[in-house]
C-alpha cells in the first residue's frame, strides 16, 4: 500500500524557517514526480513546489526565491525546505506522487505562520 508520510509541521515566526518531509512507501521518489500542495481555510488547494525524475522544479511565484524542493533518493524521501515564512503561508501542507496516471497523496501537516 503506497503511503506518503509528512512531518515537520508546526508554528513559526515570521521570517522563520521550517523543513517538511515526505517519506514514501511502496513507490520510487526518484521516478514520480513529487510535488507540495498547500491549503488554506476557506481557499482551494493550491500547488507550492514540484520536482520531476530529471531534477525539474516548478515553484509557485509567492514562494520563489524562498522554499526550496529537493528529494534524497537514499531515503525516499521529499523535503521542502521554507525560509522567510510569512503569515500567508500558513496552511496544511500536502505531498503528492504522480506517474502515468498514478496520483496519491498524504495526509497533509500544519504550517502556522504567527508572532
Known amino acids: 500500500q503506497v503511503q506518503l508520510v509528512e512531518s515537520g509541521g508546526g508554528l513559526v515566526q515570521p521570517g522563520g524557517s521550517l523543513t517538511l518531509s515526505c517519506a514514501a512507501s511502496e513507490i520510487m521518489v526518484s521516478i514520480y514526480t513529487m510535488g507540495w500542495y498547500r491549503q488554506a481555510p476557506g481557499k482551494q488547494r493550491e500547488l507550492v513546489a514540484i520536482?520531476?525524475?530529471?531534477?525539474?522544479?516548478n515553484l509557485a511565484d509567492t514562494v520563489k526565491g524562498r522554499f526550496t524542493i529537493a528529494r534524497d533518493n537514499a531515503k525516499n524521501t521529499v523535503y521542502l525546505q521554507m525560509n522567510n515564512l510569512k503569515p500567508e503561508d500558513t496552511a496544511v501542507y500536502y505531498c503528492?506522487?504522480?506517474?502515468?496516471?498514478?496520483?496519491?497523496w498524504g495526509q497533509g501537516t500544519q504550517v502556522t505562520v504567527s508572532s
Open positions: 503528492n506522487a504522480d506517474w502515468m496516471g498514478n496520483r496519491y
Open positions: 520536482l520531476t525524475s530529471s531534477y525539474n522544479t
